[in-house]
């Protein structure tokens, strides 16, 4: 809230992690359930027999077509807003990284329209861009019968966990009782990024926008005041440590 909310930018774009929903079996316009159906070619025998390999080409470092029906720009204008528009839209691939990607439980069961269909709950842990629709697009492509996303749940940013989320009721609660606490951006700022602890003369020049001797090492930097509060956000560029946001100026 408030200021912090100057720190988004710099969170919005650290890996991601969500609990959700793939049904094999069927195919939709939207590679989700909010799509309309575009095959029903149902799971086969041996289905399940051939997930461990087909999930295993969807793991690592690879190159991912978002969604059609996405908010990656084509021409100046979101791809849904052309799909919807009716255009035919053709994404290009784009690297994004897998680092978990597992199911944690399997559901046959059959569609509204009596296809056979296989629910696999799974959790995913992605660089971020990544699209899970799309995911569960390629493995349903990957196996031959078609697949798409019925949930997806959010549970990671970065090193915040959804559960140390507090619903907004809690914090009214907590508000009325004198008991909340909310993350400063010094605790945000050290939970993400190294630190570095300066001295007071190097704290002043920071807080003038003055650049410093360079960071220890390549990325983003919580830059802190001798007694530990977050003074800016450096990143080193020709050769010093450059403020990229100042949140205690001079």
Do not use: W
């Not at 031959?144 to 989320?165: K, Q, S, W």
């Not at 606490?181 to 700022?189: C, E, H, K, V």
């Amino acid at each position: 809230m408030g200021r912090a909310t100057r720190l988004l930018a710099f969170l919005v774009g650290m890996p991601k992690a969500y609990a959700g929903t793939i049904r094999l079996g069927q195919a939709t316009t939207t590679d989700d359930a909010e799509g309309t159906l575009t095959a029903s070619a149902g799971v086969r025998e041996g289905t399940e027999d051939l997930l461990p390999a087909a999930l295993d080409t969807l793991r690592g470092e690879i190159l991912q077509v978002p969604a059609s029906v996405s908010a990656v720009k084509v021409a100046g204008k979101r791809a849904h807003a052309r799909v919807r528009a009716g255009e035919d839209v053709e994404l290009p691939a784009r690297p994004v990284t897998i680092s978990r990607l597992d199911v944690v439980a399997r559901r046959p069961g059959t569609a509204l329209d009596g296809t056979p269909v296989l629910d696999l709950e799974v959790v995913v842990e992605c660089s971020s861009g990544t699209y899970v629709r799309a995911l569960a697009r390629d493995l349903g492509a990957t196996l031959g019968v078609g697949g798409h996303l019925t949930a997806l749940r959010r549970t990671a940013v970065g090193p915040f966990d959804a559960r140390e989320a507090r619903t907004l009721e809690v914090l009214a609660g907590e508000s009325d009782t004198g008991g909340v606490r909310l993350a400063t951006m010094t605790d945000i700022a050290t939970r993400c990024f190294p630190t570095v602890v300066l001295g007071e003369e190097d704290s002043a020049r920071l807080r003038h926008g003055a650049p410093l001797a360079a960071a220890p090492a390549a990325g983003v930097h919580a830059a802190l005041a001798p007694d530990g509060h977050l003074i800016a956000l450096v990143e080193n560029r020709a050769g010093a440590a450059r403020a990229r946001l100042v949140v205690d100026p001079a």
